[in-house]
């Protein structure tokens, strides 16, 4: 080989290699970032051209993707979509997955290593590769009653079977229609996106687990009383329940609702307490039970955990180091105290189930395309801050409230209830936020409630949990009932 054509392949070589090296870099090493750049066409029709699984919900599927003629290959459809967003979320292919549809995403794609054997059957028979089915734990006619009671309220609602911890019902209002996201006119999906977003009363935020934490208000009292209980208080005992409480090292005071007196003496019972709903009574007794008591109690119930449902819950909030004056007002609810809804159900639901939480769940099984059951939720407990007993005498306090007190306007007839009123201060300039927590029946809780109506609602500055957020949960509860007997 003479000189000019050993150079010639030296140089032939060379660019082989150098071409094999930078085409193995690309398919091997970037395969990942590539396939995940959002500026990949390629990756969008090839995830938008697959069968993506549906959502279910007592059997029917609320969520689908349906074919359509264009390069993506199948449209998401929502069917009641503002109905389920709380918990579905979106399928954009401008904005992504968020909710269920970002959770459940490798199970509903297809990708999941759960669904192996499934796409190596679709392989080699030659069929498309199809998704799961994500079965809900919601119930259709549970979830359509909170909504329609909840109307145009700004709030939550959140319906949990306390046996289980499954999750029964979700609503946040206002909410939004999933399926003006889904669209693949990119324009469309885009002024839609940015109407939603400029929306000041926040459609997109779910409040039931994800919004802004609110002051529990009196509903924090359930916590108070459980700890009390715990350091050997009963619903008769004694506790000092004056008109106006002075705040330790402070010139203010508590007063009690409406400036009124929660007994005919200064010296009330912890149930009477509770059934009034006695401001004085409770900052009192947190000071004299100690920050630490109360503070143990609220974690016992999940407070400042993060947890998901699988969506992710934002943990509740507790006070750092409060002073007496401090612990008085987080006592019942107010100063540093924050929960989201779904922390309040889980303290109700615990409450129902004889002292023991159980982990709240939304999804109930994956089934695979040949409706084999692929994954299914497990009720687990997720901590037991209470004892049988003390479970028992906090229900029957909690009866109380609603046959005698601040909760009169939850009574159901023919059926017990146990519940707790909340009317949380939220400003000189703006109303409350009105809470009710409750179950029912209370001999053999069904379900277990939470509602929060933002700023009184419909009744603004004139509300309370009692006028508001009460025949909410009523109806919430009473729906349930009827659905359980169904079910039996």
Known sequence: MNEPVRRLSVVTLVMFLALMIAASWTQV???????????????????FGNFRGPFVVDGESVVFSKPIDDPYNFQRTYTDGKLYASATGYYSIVFGKTALEQTENSLLAGTSDALFWNRLRDLFGGREQQGASIELTLREELQRTAAEALGNQKGAVVAIDPKTGAILAMVTSPTFDPAVLAGHDTQEVNDAYAALDADPDGPLVNRAVAGDTYPPGSTFKLIVSAAALDAGYTPDSTVYAPDSLPLPNSSKSIENYGGESCGKTEQITLEQALTVSCNTAFADLGITLGWDAVQRKAIEFGWTDTFRVPLVVTPSRLPLNPDDAQVAMSSIGQFDVRATPMQMAMVTAAIANRGVLMS?????????????????????????????????????????????????????????????????ETGLDTAPHAWFVGFAPAENPVVAVAVIVENGGSLGSEATGGKVAAPIAKKVMMKAIELAKEDS
Not at 31 to 46: C, E, I, K
Not at 383 to 407: D, H, I, K
């Open 29 to 47: 090493i970037q395969a990942g970032s590539l396939n995940s750049d959002s500026r990949n066409v390629r990756t969008l029709y090839r995830e």
């Open 360 to 424: 709240p769940y939304l999804v109930d099984t994956a089934r695979a395309s040949d409706l084999s059951v692929i994954q299914r939720s497990i009720p687990t407990v997720y901590s037991s801050p209470l004892t049988s007993s003390e479970a028992s005498e906090l229900t029957q306090m909690m009866v109380s409230v609603v046959n005698n007190g601040t909760g009169t306007a939850a009574q159901i007839p023919g059926v017990t209830v146990a519940g707790k009123t909340g009317t949380a």
